[in-house]
């Protein structure tokens, strides 16, 4: 791989239908200097030799206390324009019952939050993992949609 480990991680974009609305999942990084830190997806680097998508479903783990264990669809990535960092994006249906938690020290904020609204919160770079999930949540397969 010629992406450094350190600048690459990956991540679930989790969502979910709340009467007519969409929900997806967001954690907060912790920690007084992140304060006004942007919201982000539930995502890490991956260990040696782990998939990025193994690697999405464990960070969603350690973050959220939430197991993934449906099929996730490949969003692709995004390349923050700063730091230069990928952050590869798997989208999915929140479990069944999802009550997402702060698992880990790097969060202190990990909520499903209406589309509209993250949006204005997300990071500036991975609004477009929003986008995405917007277009694969409006096409007619049978497969996106979530369980009622």
Avoid at 15 to 36: C, F, I, S, T
Avoid at 85 to 103: L, Q, T
Wanted: aromatic share 4%.
């Amino acid at each position: 791989m010629s992406e450094s480990r350190a600048k690459l991680s990956s991540g679930t974009l989790l969502w979910r239908r709340v009467d007519e609305a969409v929900e997806v999942l967001l954690v907060h990084p912790a920690g007084n200097y992140n304060r006004r830190a942007p919201w982000g997806i539930p995502k890490g680097a991956p260990d040696p030799d782990e998939s990025l998508e193994a690697t999405a479903r464990r960070e969603t783990l350690e973050e959220t206390g939430l197991s993934v264990l449906g099929p996730l669809i490949d969003l692709g990535h995004v390349d923050y324009t700063r730091s230069k960092k990928r952050v590869h994006a798997f989208a999915g249906p929140a479990p069944d019952g999802a009550i997402p938690r702060c698992a880990s020290w790097e969060v202190d904020k990990a909520e499903f939050i209406e589309l509209s609204r993250a949006r204005r919160i997300i990071h500036p770079d991975q609004a477009a993992l929003l986008d995405r999930l917007e277009r694969l949540l409006g096409s007619s397969s049978e497969a996106l949609k979530a369980p009622a």
